[in-house]
Structures are given as C-alpha cells and as structure tokens.
C-alpha cells in the first residue's frame, strides 16, 4: 500500500478532519484520486491513519487561494505561502491533494 507523511504536529488536525489536504512539490506528488494510502508520521513513521485521495491538482504557489489555506488549516493564504516557501524555496509548481480519512489506526 502506497504510504505518505505529515508531520507529527498535524496529526490531531487530520484525524478531526480539520486538515483534509496538503501541498507537496513534484518529488511527493504521485498520487491519485480513489488511492487508499497510509499517512504516517515523519519523525517517527508512527502510522495515524489511512486516508483516501479524493483529488491531485498542479498548481503554481502565486496561484494559492484562502480555499487552500483552510483546506491545510491555516487562517490565511499567506501564512501558507509563506511555509510552502520555506519547505519548497526553488519550486514554484506545486501538487494540491485533497484526501479525507478512511479509517484511524487500530
């Protein structure tokens, strides 16, 4: 089963539902709509759940709306372009994945 990581601090916010996407550069980006996959931690690869794509959509950063800042909840696109920058600072072509979780882990 294909797997993806998140950050540990992010994992209380998918599991309630309030985070139902990220934002990953062309290296992280091979997913599909229907796929199942396991999200894990990164730190720790401490598995929180699996999580079903919903939708993967290329993206250039100037281009990033509030609609993707709440769907990574957080209060304002800036914010997000700001972190996008740091995590990403020569890609400006980015993968928005909307996913939504299928089932935590047992």
Same mark, same amino acid.
């Given at each position: 089963?294909?797997? *993806?990581?998140?950050?540990?601090? @992010? %994992?209380?916010? *998918?599991?309630?539902?309030?985070?139902?996407?990220?934002?990953?550069?062309?290296?992280?980006?091979?997913?599909?709509?229907?796929?199942?996959?396991? %999200?894990?931690?990164?730190?720790?690869?401490?598995?929180?759940?699996?999580?079903?794509? @919903?939708?993967?959509?290329?993206?250039?950063?100037?281009?990033?709306?509030?609609?993707? %800042?709440? %769907?990574?909840?957080?209060?304002?696109?800036?914010?997000?372009?700001? @972190? @996008?920058?740091?995590?990403?600072?020569?890609?400006?072509?980015?993968?928005?994945?909307?996913?939504?979780?299928?089932?935590?882990?047992?």
């Amino acid at each position: 089963m294909a797997k *993806i990581t998140f950050f540990k601090r @992010l %994992a209380r916010q *998918i599991l309630s539902g309030k985070k139902t996407a990220t934002i990953r550069d062309k290296s992280d980006s091979n997913y599909y709509p229907g796929q199942i996959v396991t %999200a894990y931690t990164h730190e720790e690869h401490c598995k929180i759940c699996r999580l079903t794509i @919903l939708a993967v959509e290329e993206i250039e950063l100037d281009k990033l709306t509030s609609v993707h %800042a709440k %769907a990574e909840n957080l209060p304002f696109v800036f914010i997000l372009k700001w @972190l @996008l920058r740091r995590l990403y600072p020569a890609t400006n072509n980015l993968y928005f994945i909307r996913f939504k979780v299928l089932d935590e882990k047992a």
